[in-house]
């Protein structure tokens, strides 16, 4: 062992003088037993390249170079509590509030998984347990299918480890032996692991619990008794390598937290979720529906999706138009040709329908809609007088998802983006960028998101090839649309390597009631278009010049958002969505006449109405509009007819009020007018 010292740097700028060997546990007890016990692991990063205030996340857990390949002792990383710290370097302890803990956590229990399926069917041989966003899973190759039975016995064999608080323990293996070792025992997947990610003559890193031995270069948590709250929840087929010829494995899959309440929590969330499905709801309300006959991917809008759509669509016309866009109509497919020019036939390719011939020529279906308006813009001589050119178009396209990837309206193959394209000046490209970011405000806020998430998406600079244009003009569109951020004080995560092949782009990702992220809204800026297209304006000068164009969509595509609007509100929409807004319930039929007049003045105030005139008794007619989540409910017998009243049920509400029909006529119109999300 080295006597030699280290200096540990800690996040409140302490700096300790410890002998190398030392462990962050060794750390974290000579700062307080308390922060000792707490803590998960920890996080070092390198006294050379650490920026202070950087939040370095764990590497992705599901990516088997990032569970395998040896650590980069360069960039930063977690390491095991135990870990002999053998360099200078920064340290901070992961505790359990810390995203990586639950990580560590998650990997940890699906050694905890191994532990128990090996006790229980020893002939079972291991893939590998990554931890997943949501818990974790683990591979296993097994001749005899796993039962819901033997789900259960595993569940409890895992409590029976945790029970046993065994530590996690880190040993080296030469590679060769420990390949001859998972030869000999027929271990197929562990040989191909170890030969795949370390080299000749390596030492291999195992981690032992018990008598359970895995290939893992951890992180580990200190002991299975840390799995606190840990549940099996499924069993899915997966073919060896992802290839059908290769046997099948069993995926078993679990969750883990560090408390039971984490956990009840999250099991409450995903119920909510499933409550919510828009799948679901879309059936159940009749919104839309996807047929086998005509194809995955493809929406059919119902009558009442149809009337939602059209309420989303009429807003943002003339909010478009409000905002100094022109309106464009443009066609679904085009010649090849024009792919070509695009660029999309070179770059995007493997997203689109593939070609089909007529007598004239190839044509495509259209990814984007671009290039059509570009077009259009190239169909007469522009001047700076011109510009912003901002054409906005409903466009419907098309794209190429892989069969069983489609997901109801969230993931298709045919959807309508509310593009737009603005071709402008250099010199008005922070004001237009900005314009569009008040646009995408507004749309969140009306449809009733109050949260929202802001990414900047730049190119990577090690896959040059992948991206077209000029250096130049690639830094200047993102510092561009950083600027553009930073002066109206949106706080954004640039996120390297995400950027479209043409440029740079802003991502506007709005909050759910649930919590979650959504990707909709993006303003993409883009040198290349109007360079493939020789576009022109002639300036003040007198001289021919190149417009710079921006894209943008902010429902992003008209179904997805509506997918997330049914999630979103669990299909109760505000008033001015709802497809029906008001029901109608003549307590019996000689209320018949009565109801007809509430139902021409509702009509007549502009107010989508449904009358229920069935012989029903009147309490199932109130129920079914309830199931129907429609906001108002008006019920009227001989008292209501007599004096021009109405009894109102509001959704959500238990009380009813009475009030002359003028009166719920005016307020429900105000409600409408304002884009109410209250009723
Ligand atoms: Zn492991
Ligand atoms: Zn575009």
Redesign the pocket.
């Known amino acids: 062992m080295s006597t030699q010292t280290i200096t540990v740097h800690l996040p409140d700028g302490a700096i300790r003088e410890v002998p190398s060997g030392t462990t962050p546990l060794e750390i974290a007890n000579s700062v307080s037993p308390r922060l000792a016990a707490a803590s998960v692991a920890a996080r070092l990063t390198p006294v050379s390249t650490a920026a202070t205030g950087v939040q370095i996340s764990a590497p992705n857990g599901q990516s088997e170079a990032a569970m395998y390949a040896a650590e980069d002792a360069a960039a930063p990383r977690l390491v095991d509590l135990s870990a002999p710290l053998t360099a200078s370097t920064r340290l901070e302890l992961v505790t359990e509030k810390d995203p990586d803990a639950l990580k560590v956590l998650r990997?940890s229990s699906a050694?905890v998984l191994a532990t128990a399926v090996l006790e229980l069917f020893p002939e079972a041989k291991l893939g590998h347990g990554p931890a997943t966003e949501s818990g974790f899973f683990y591979d296993f190759y097994r001749e005899k299918p796993f039962t819901t039975e033997d789900l259960a016995a595993i569940e409890k064999k895992m409590a029976e480890v945790v029970a046993r608080d065994e530590k996690f323990v880190r040993e080296y293996e030469p590679r060769e032996q420990a390949l001859a070792e998972f030869d000999r025992d027929g271990d197929f997947m562990k040989t191909h692991f170890v030969t795949k990610f370390t080299a000749p003559g390596d030492q291999v890193s195992f981690?032992r619990n018990g008598k359970f031995v895995?290939f893992?270069r951890?992180p580990?948590v200190p002991s299975t008794g840390r799995v606190k709250a840990f549940k099996v929840t499924n069993l899915a087929g997966a073919y060896w390598l992802g290839d059908e010829k290769n046997p099948q494995l069993q995926r078993i899959y679990g969750t883990a937290f560090f408390s039971k309440k984490e956990m009840d929590e999250h099991f409450a969330r995903l119920e909510e979720a499933a409550r919510r499905d828009h799948r679901v709801l879309g059936k159940q309300l009749d919104l839309f529906s996807i047929q086998d006959l005509a194809g995955a991917g493809l929406i059919f809008w119902h009558p009442k999706g149809g009337i939602i759509r059209k309420v989303m669509e009429d807003w943002m016309r003339e909010e478009c138009l409000r905002r100094g866009y022109q309106l464009v109509y443009t066609p679904h497919v085009a010649r090849v040709n024009l792919w070509q020019t695009s660029g999309h036939e070179g770059f995007y390719a493997a997203n689109m329908f593939t070609p089909m011939e007529l007598d004239d020529a190839m044509y495509r279906m259209k990814p984007m809609n671009c290039p059509f308006h570009i077009l259009i813009y190239k169909n007469s001589p522009k001047s700076y007088r011109d510009l912003p050119a901002r054409y906005a178009e409903l466009g419907n396209v098309y794209r190429y998802e892989r069969s069983g990837t489609m997901h109801g309206l969230l993931r298709v193959r045919g959807f309508t983006q509310d593009d737009a394209h603005i071709f402008c000046m250099p010199s008005q490209i922070e004001s237009e960028v900005s314009a569009c970011i008040d646009f995408a405000e507004a749309v969140l806020k009306t449809f009733g998101f109050s949260e929202f998430k802001v990414e900047l998406s730049t190119w990577d600079l090690n896959d040059r090839a992948h991206y077209a244009g000029s250096d130049e003009n690639w830094n200047l569109a993102i510092q561009s649309l950083g600027n553009v951020l930073k002066a109206k004080g949106i706080e954004y995560k640039t996120m390297p390597g995400e950027a479209v092949f043409y440029g740079p782009k802003i991502d506007v990702k709005l909050v759910d009631v649930l919590g979650r992220l959504w990707q909709l809204s993006t303003v993409q800026f883009d040198f290349n278009l109007p360079a493939r297209f020789e576009l022109e304006y002639i300036g003040e000068d007198g001289e021919r010049h190149q417009p710079v164009m921006v894209h943008r969509a902010l429902f992003g595509s008209v179904e997805r958002f509506f997918g997330v609007l049914i999630e979103h509100y669990a299909g109760a929409f505000p008033l001015w969505l709802a497809p029906v807004q008001v029901g109608l319930v003549p307590i019996s039929e000689r209320h018949a006449p009565y109801a007809q007049k509430v139902e021409a003045e509702l009509k007549a105030a502009g107010l989508r109405v449904e009358v229920d005139a069935r012989n029903e008794k009147m309490n199932a007619k109130i129920r079914d509009f309830a199931l129907q989540k429609t906001p108002y409910i008006l019920v009227f017998g001989d008292k209501e007819e007599s004096a021009g009243r109405v009894n109102v049920r509001t959704r959500g509400k238990t009380e009813q009020t009475s009030m002359p029909l003028a009166t719920f006529i005016a307020k429900a119109k105000e409600l409408v007018a304002i884009q109410s999300t209250e009723l």
Do not use: A, E, R, W
């Open positions: 990997h050694h981690y895995d893992c951890g580990h």
